[in-house]
């Protein structure tokens, strides 16, 4: 599920997971299109985050989704992930 993508910083799509209590407050991690990240790719840091959404999906963030890069400028197109996390 979590595959060794080739991530850099062209990274078109990102995946964001809401705050389901903070209006505004979200994490937001490079991906592919499909939601999937390098966890080899990321800092310390920017994993531990990550992997702390991951768990939280139902008590503090909501389900995420994958959108385009907001810092493309791009029209944000926004995919649901729900199946990528239903075996988890």
């Known amino acids: 599920m979590l595959k060794g993508l080739s991530m850099h ?18 994490l937001a991690f490079p991906c592919d299109s499909r939601g999937e990240v390098d966890l080899d790719a990321m800092g310390e840091k920017a994993r531990n985050n990550y992997l702390f959404a991951r768990g939280m999906i139902g008590r503090e963030y909501a389900m995420p989704f994958v959108q385009e890069s907001a810092t493309h400028g791009w029209t944000r197109n926004a ?7 239903e075996t988890l």
């Open 9 to 26: 910083p062209s990274t078109a799509f990102e995946i964001r997971f809401q705050s389901l209590f903070h209006e505004g407050r979200a």
């Open 79 to 85: 995919v649901s992930v729900e199946k990528q996390f």
